[in-house]
């Protein structure tokens, strides 16, 4: 944590009188990350955490980060009025027209309401009483004890029901509980508590019938306010008086007691010329101002850190942190300020309107316009009519225009556009006009803009005895300043580098001669005389003479800790340079800039104080105070404050595996072989903020990594050291943190565990070596019996293909188409019916036959039987497949499939019936659907038993299961589904599967 310590406030009451100047003040807001700029209430917890009540939700600042909760995230209310703080470090937020709310371990537990429908959760104030273990809700209708989930009314002397008792102020002090009323019951009380009951042991007012607001303590008196109306009390009496009043149009809201017998007031302005913050001196019974000046807020609650001197603020305009820094801000009169410049501890300030000085800490007109531009036009005719020429058109109807101080020998002289004039008698007038100089004895060096540099042995007459310098480079251009060291003149150039006179002699450095850059930005002489230019590039440069102008070191934020991309100012003082750059103020001991090994260096910025980073002109002046300004107001720079390093660096955010888990179990932590990602984040908490502070860290003896995430992704099993480092660049200290962890080696990588393994794995190849031979033996045998079994069947389908009972049809029906049909028909059939034989008989010894073959096999079959049943039977033929000459099957699987159905589905039926069969290619098989709408399989099954067991099925089902088991699969195989309509059987439908067999170009058309 940045450890400000507030310098005592006589010292600031002393040193700045009303309205002289101001400190600043830092200030965080939503652009920071906070919930909302109206603030109303700040709290510290056990851990330093600052927490902040705003009218959006309620946030957490641990000095680097907010964390905020919001009503979305389970808040009881938006309007976060009252904060408090338990001994387990839990904080309670009490929300206006709201609720309370609880947050541990970082969020929101639990939500309670007050169940008093007059009450209507008008939370105001909470406050945290240890010896009752209850938190003290003020409410706009009176006191509550909260304790064990319950809210317990406690109601005030003298006050009705359910009337508006509003809690402003409701503190601790020394153990007791005290708080301020505005409405009925109005005035001061102390709450007395009975740890153990819930009653009250006794409101014992002090101060009655008054409307009390802020609330504070010293010693032993209550001190609180009467809108500008300051009461003081005794604690050990009732009753209080009046001692001070505040000034006219300020209502202090809220007090915090500071050392030295100081009460800090801050609240409301009344009036458009009254200030929001007050100091009052308890021993001199007064008001007088305060060194930050907040007069655009209004204040509603201050929190003092007594550790840190650090006092919080509540605003409207954000959370305000009034330190200790070593600026201090002036606003001087109305108008632009052009520049700066010093004599004899004297600062004057050049401004449109005129000259004005510094005088102790105001700033008072010294020289108006009207004063200067009388003496410069008087000078500049009398000037051109004595030499009889205007040599640099000093003379015009143009008004005279202030450029800049001119400093030359302890002379200051105002530039401007008709000549320069010295100040503060106006009594030397020079011509020198639209350029800089620099005189040296009775002469000057003058430069114009984008001319080359000429020396002037008579600073008066300029037209006569001019030497022009800098012909061996063709001219010294586009100057933006000169400083003299001993007899060399340095020149530094807004786009051209740099450049040195010496004897006469003109020497240059740029980008394309040297390594320095060409925009310069500013330029100043250490204390041994060699000169320090900066560029626009945000580089510092040194350069000497030795026997000729050469660069001697080159300093940026890459090879240093200097802060900033972009440089715009410097200056020497004491000892030190002042750096500013586009991140804020750097200053630097002049003697480890030298060395080249900046170790010590402070920053300051918006984060702690330094809040007008584009500042320019910067001047010395006495008592060793610098000062800059930025075109509205001065800015005081004092000595670099040193400050005693109480930081802290800590770590959050710890995640194991993508899991949560706190902070303090890292350390010596021995993590199981399965952990493999662990990330955090350290980070250095102080206040007011943890911006000014550069990170790194290293694993193990590895190489630094400039970062406060520590990301550690593939661990491997081993033993861990993280070292953490802060350096706060403020002080220039080194915060360092070490943490160790063990991930355990897996079992795998033991030794017992390899040679346990090791055996496993020798039985196990053993008995699996002895379980494959003894299952290739097996299986050698299977399919031995398998083949057997297998030409067996090819006989026994061979033997069983033509059915006797088929052939016996067939000739009956030969018989009766004899008798009954022409002798045409009847010579088809018998063709038909011998093709059919034929084909079966050259078919059934084949292992596969082309699809073709196959369809026009069951096409004659089919016609044959409807030859011999008539229409009693109607058969379709569906073929969806591309190629049936290269797709090839196992001969003779269909044909009893359609029997089957003729036989027994169809012939039971007195009306006859339809058969499909249904060839479809799927993906990887060959799906055959044959669909009747004969009896089903239930009755057809009872009239096999009666009739005979046909056995072209059983055959069916063993030749596919030898498919599968000769080829190793499981597609070979054939499902049934009985059909019903209206409960009724309404048919069958047989799907056989078969593994596709495609036979290729070159092939015959038959496989063997």
Known sequence: MTRVFLLPLIFFLLLFPAGAQEKPVIRLDENDGLCDDEVREIKLDNRDILWIGTNNGLSAYDGDRFVCYRKSDGLAGSRVWGLAVDEQNRVYAGCYVGGLSRISGGRITDTWYIPDKHVRNTIRKLLYDEKSRSVVVGTDYGIYLFRDSVFHRMRYPYSPEHKQSSIISLKKYKGHIYFTVHGYAS????????????????????????????????????????????YACPLNVSGGKIIAK?????????????????????????????????????????????????????????CYDTLRKIVWAGTTNGVKAMVNTPFSYYAPEEGEI????????????????????????????????????GVVWRESKNYCARIGADPFEIISDNPVNYRYFIKDGGRIFIGANKGSVSIPDLKTYLPFAKGRFITCDQGACFIRDYRPMAYYPDVHDITRGVKIL????????????????????????????????????TFHLN???????????????????????????????????????????????????????????????????????????????????????????????????????????????????LFVHNGKRLIRIGRPIKRKGLAELRMRDLMVDGERQPVSSLDHKVFSPRTGNISMTYYLLKYPTDKNVIYRYRLNKGVWTGTNVVS????????????????????????????????????????????????????????????????????????NRMIRESAELQVKALQMQMNPHF?????????????????????????????????????????????????????????????????????????????????????MLIQPLVENSIKHGILPRKEGGEIEIRIVEEVDHLLITVRDNGIGRKLAGERVIKDHRSKG????????????????????????????????????????????????????DEQE
């Open 807 to 891: 052939i016996f049809n067939a000739l009956s029906t030969i018989q009766s188409a004899v008798l009954t049909r022409s002798r045409e028909e009847t010579l088809d059939f018998i063709g038909d019916l011998s093709l059919v034989i034929r084909e079966n008989l050259e078919n059934v010894m084949k292992d596969y036959v082309p699809l073709s073959r196959e369809i026009a096999f069951l096409q004659r079959y089919t016609g044959v039987e409807r030859f011999r049943l008539g229409d009693k039977v109607m058969i379709d033929f569906i073929i969806a497949v591309e190629d049936t000459e290269r797709l090839m099957i196992p001969p």
């Open 953 to 1004: 099925i059983g055959l069916l089902q063993k030749r596919l299961e030898y498919l599968n088991l000769k080829n190793d699969t499981t597609i070979n195989r054939i499902e049934y589904e009985d059909l019903y309509e209206d409960g009724r059987p309404a048919g069958t439908v047989v799907r056989l599967y078969l593994q596709i067999v495609k036979r290729k170009k070159d092939e015959p």
């Open 246 to 302: 505040a000034p006219e149009g300020f209502l202090p809201w809220d007090m915090v007691t500071l050392p030295r017998e100081w009460i800090m007031t801050g609240g409301f302005r009344i009036s458009d010329y009254a200030d929001n913050t007050k100091f009052f001196n308890i021993r001199q019974k007064q008001f007088v101002n305060a060194p930050w000046m907040l007069r655009s807020d209004q204040i509603f609650a201050f």
């Open 470 to 505: 800098g012909r061996e480079v063709g001219g010294i251009l586009d100057v933006l300043d000169i400083r003299r060291s001993g007899d060399i003149f340095y020149i530094p150039s807004y786009f051209n580098g740099i450049y040195a006179v010496k004897d006469h002699k």
């Open 338 to 373: 052009i520049d700066l410049a010093e004599r004899h501890d004297t600062l004057f300030v050049l401004k449109k309107e005129g000259l004005f000085m510094l005088r102790g800490d105001k700033t008072e007109p010294l020289l108006t316009r009207r004063q200067i531009d």
């Open 187 to 230: 005035g001061l009380y102390e709450l007395k508590t009975d740890p153990d009951s819930l009653e009250l042991s006794g409101m014992v007012p002090l101060i009655k019938d008054v409307t009390l607001f802020a609330l504070t303590f010293a010693g032993d008196t209550a001190y609180a306010n009467h809108y500008n109306e300051f």
């Open 511 to 625: 980008r394309n001669n040297s390594g320095i850059d060409n925009f310069i930005a500013g330029i100043d002489l250490d204390s041994q005389g060699d000169a320090w230019v900066i560029s626009l590039d945000g580089n510092l440069f040194q350069v000497g003479f030795e026997d000729s102008l050469v660069v001697k070191k080159k300093i940026n934020h890459y090879n240093s800790e200097i802060v900033g991309e972009s440089y715009k100012w410097l200056l020497f003082d004491n000892g030190y340079l002042y750096l500013g750059t586009n991140k804020g103020l750097n200053v630097v001991p002049e003697e480890e800039l030298r060395q080249g090994k900046i170790r010590t260096l402070w920053l300051y910025n918006r984060y702690n104080g330094y809040l007008d980073i584009s500042t320019r002109d910067p001047v010395k002046a006495g008592k060793g105070y």
């Open 712 to 783: 550690l992704p593939y661990l491997k099993p081993g033993k861990y050291h993280i070292i953490m480092e802060a350096k706060d660049l403020e002080r220039d200290e080194v915060y360092r943190k070490a943490v160790a962890f063990e991930i355990l080696s897996p079992y795998v990588n033991r030794w017992w565990f390899i040679a346990g393994m090791l055996t496993f794995l020798l039985v196990g190849v053993f008995f699996f070596v002895k379980h494959r031979f003894e299952y290739l033996h097996k299986r050698e045998e299977e399919r």
